[in-house]
């Protein structure tokens, strides 16, 4: 097969950062026949030169903060509870991870997928995963007449996560994130000493198995947040932490300027959202955070990990997509495109955030969407970039019809269809 020139190609296709796109490296990139490796490479070697990167900008065996100290862009990975759900391996309701003790291969293996798609981080799979979280659970079974599934501690659960995400980690050149998330103790109104015992006897298992930093996620309220920042903050490891909130702050009425502010001052190295809205919602949250942060004279990092489906009508809605009737068993029409999360990606880089990555129904697929939106400014493509060739790969369809869609400007002006005569445009009540 004849080589295509794919840097003169992108040159054609370029278009302007305030469009609706998908942006050239994402979709043209063109391997020999084969996709042999050292093509692959050849092709990194003269985009780096192409575009003057410097030797900074290649992540290779440095610390999270290294990496985001140069203006680097970290790739988290994506939806855990909600994708093993679907495959079998996580209860309804609970969202619970024990399925890292009892079914470790199924967690591997989407770890590995993460790492293929492009991912910098392999977080921990202990969503709620504390003693208090899992008794709250034994608790509410017994109260509904059911069996708990099992009888597992947080720290055996916790252990063997650990081993699963350094295990793939190794395996390319990703982080391992110690992961908490919020307890029912919170709103139980339990004291903050207990509070932050839960997430000692969580950070002491990490930091033991060697995480590289450690990740609070999914807190509704503020003071949550800044009680666990406090408490990541005793072990000497970098601190980022994220909020499940929208435009109207938090469930206390706290901006999203001054959640960022508070959780700053806590301690953290990188704030931002994640979880419960989608990209538009999450970066027009994003975007008030900064501006709090910047009001206040702090330099923080900021992440971004939003659900992988469309969201738009609860833009000011503290639920999130929990309120939605979907929510969770018919969700999937309103999952994110590809292109969706391309677009995603460039809007979040031009406002400064540097850890992007996904939560619920955020799929290895999109991750990959995200490495190669940003493949040029972060000098690399994911892994499995020999197999992903983008509009340019239809070329060599079979069918004349496919071939016709080889290029942009078809996936940007197309609107997708649900497929189905009986659908709601949105939700309205």
């Not at 930091?207 to 990740?215: P, S, T, W, Y």
């Not at 677009?343 to 991750?367: S, T, W």
Request: overall charge neutral; glycine content about 8%.
């Amino acid at each position: 097969m004849m080589m295509v020139n794919t840097l003169s190609v992108m040159r054609r296709v370029m278009v302007t950062p305030s469009s609706s796109f998908i942006r050239p490296a994402s979709l043209l990139c063109t391997t020999s026949t084969g996709g042999s490796y050292r093509h692959t490479q050849q092709l990194l070697n003269t985009r780096r030169q192409d575009r003057n990167f410097s030797s900074s900008q290649i992540m290779l065996g440095r610390s999270l903060l290294d990496r985001l100290a140069d203006g680097g862009v970290v790739i988290g990975d994506g939806s855990f509870v909600f994708t093993l759900e679907k495959r079998g391996y996580v209860s309804v309701g609970s969202w619970t991870p024990e399925a890292a003790a009892l079914y470790p291969e199924a967690v591997r293996q989407l770890h590995r997928e993460y790492l293929r798609a492009g991912s910098d981080v392999m977080q921990t799979f202990t969503f709620y995963c504390s003693d208090d979280k899992i008794q709250f659970d034994k608790d509410l079974a017994q109260n509904a007449n059911q069996s708990h599934r099992h009888n597992l501690t947080s720290a055996e659960i916790n252990n063997s996560a650990c081993d699963l995400a350094r295990e793939v980690a190794d395996e390319g050149d990703a982080l391992v994130a110690g992961s908490l998330s919020p307890l029912p103790a919170y709103v139980e109104k339990k004291s903050k000493a207990y509070i932050q015992e839960e997430f000692r006897k969580q950070c002491e298992v990490y930091v033991k198995k060697g995480a590289d930093f450690l990740l609070g996620e999914f807190y509704a309220h503020v003071e949550e947040a800044e009680w666990a920042i406090e408490t990541m903050k005793e072990f000497n490891k970098p601190v980022a932490c994220t909020m499940r909130i929208c435009t109207v702050g938090d469930m206390d009425g706290v901006s999203p300027g001054d959640c960022a502010v508070r959780m700053a001052k806590a301690g953290a190295d990188v704030v931002g959202v994640n979880c419960m809205y989608d990209p538009d919602i999450s970066l027009k949250t994003l975007s008030l955070m900064k501006d709090g942060l910047k009001s206040a004279g702090l330099k923080t990092y900021l992440m971004a990990q939003p659900v992988g489906f469309h969201t738009q009508e609860i833009d000011s809605n503290p639920e999130g997509y929990i309120a939605l009737p979907e929510f969770p068993f018919a969700m999937e029409p309103r999952l994110l495109t590809r292109i969706d999360v391309q677009n995603f990606a460039r809007k979040a880089f031009e406002l400064g955030v540097q850890y992007l990555g996904g939560c619920c129904g955020f799929e290895p697929y999109h991750i990959r969407a995200i490495a190669e939106e940003l493949s040029q400014e972060r000098g690399k493509r994911p892994p499995g970039a020999a197999m992903s060739p983008g509009v340019e790969g239809l070329k060599l369809s079979f069918y004349e019809e496919q071939r016709k869609k080889a290029n942009v400007d078809y996936w940007n002006n197309l609107t997708p269809a649900a497929g189905r005569m009986n659908v709601k445009k949105v939700v309205t009540q």
